[in-house]
């Protein structure tokens, strides 16, 4: 149950689209649903984050939305800029200092 | 605050020295601390989970007498790569969860690139 999903595996968008980030999961006793970005040759550094009290957290451009009962969440990114350009992963985890299972990653290429 | 630091950020051995990564949670006392390996275009791979005081618990497939870990207090935990080879040549990331925080939001290190010649 520990299986972890991520799509799509790529992603190029236009300048100011909208890029859209999903994660499946199976272990139901996941209880924090981040979502990671790391630049090449970096760390990751948390972007944004959800815990499953809410459907939907909006910081910015960056909204997360939630859906308990299909074991989803996704990551929307509004108005996408080059800059954003970087791998995302997710990376549900429970807490307690357990360990935490990334996805397979989305690199995104957003072109001017 | 949350920042956490790697040192070195890169090295390079021959085939058959150690190699010793420092991870270190500037501003905060670490719970937990995690050490990953990515390849190049590649997900995060968990290698051990670290406490401070007790032994590291290792992935399956991960070499314990390989990859040595020490979690000497709750800011810093070593990972000494023993006997390295070419193989082992990866991008080594730890991170730390914060004591004081009920999530496990994961603070991450710069990472250290090895080179194994």
């Known amino acids: 149950q520990q299986q972890v999903k991520q799509s799509p595996q790529s992603l190029i968008v236009q300048k100011g689209g909208i890029s859209i980030i999903n994660c499946a999961y199976e272990?139901?006793?996941?209880?924090?649903f981040p979502w990671y970005q790391q630049f090449p040759g970096k760390g990751p550094a948390l972007l944004i984050a959800?815990?499953?009290?809410?459907s939907e957290k909006k910081e910015g451009r960056f909204t997360i939305s939630f859906n308990k009962s299909a074991k989803q969440f996704s990551l929307h990114i509004m108005d996408s800029q080059p800059g954003d350009s970087a791998t995302y992963f997710c990376?549900?985890?429970?807490?307690?200092?357990?360990?935490?299972?990334f996805g397979a990653g989305t690199r995104l290429f957003v072109k001017a | 605050g949350a920042v956490v630091s790697q040192h070195p950020s890169w090295v390079i051995c021959k085939s058959g020295t150690s190699v010793k990564i420092e991870c270190r949670s500037l501003?905060?006392?670490?719970?937990?601390m995690f050490w990953y390996r990515q390849f190049p275009k590649q997900s995060l791979m968990l290698m051990a989970t670290?406490?401070?005081?007790?032994?590291?618990?290792?992935e399956q497939g991960v070499e314990k007498d390989k990859f040595l870990i020490n979690h000497a207090s709750l800011t810093l935990s070593t990972l000494t790569v023993t006997s390295a080879h070419p193989e082992d040549s990866s991008f080594y990331i730890c991170?730390?969860?914060?004591?004081?925080?009920?999530?496990?939001?994961?603070?991450f290190g710069p990472g250290t690139r090895l080179t194994v010649l």
């Open positions: 670290s406490n401070e005081g007790s032994k590291a618990t290792y």
């Open positions: 501003d905060f006392q670490a719970t937990t």
């Open positions: 990376a549900p985890a429970r807490t307690g200092g357990f360990k935490t299972i």
């Open positions: 991170s730390a969860i914060r004591r004081d925080r009920l999530y496990n939001e994961q603070f």
């Open positions: 272990n139901t006793a996941f209880d924090y």
């Open positions: 959800i815990r499953p009290d809410v």
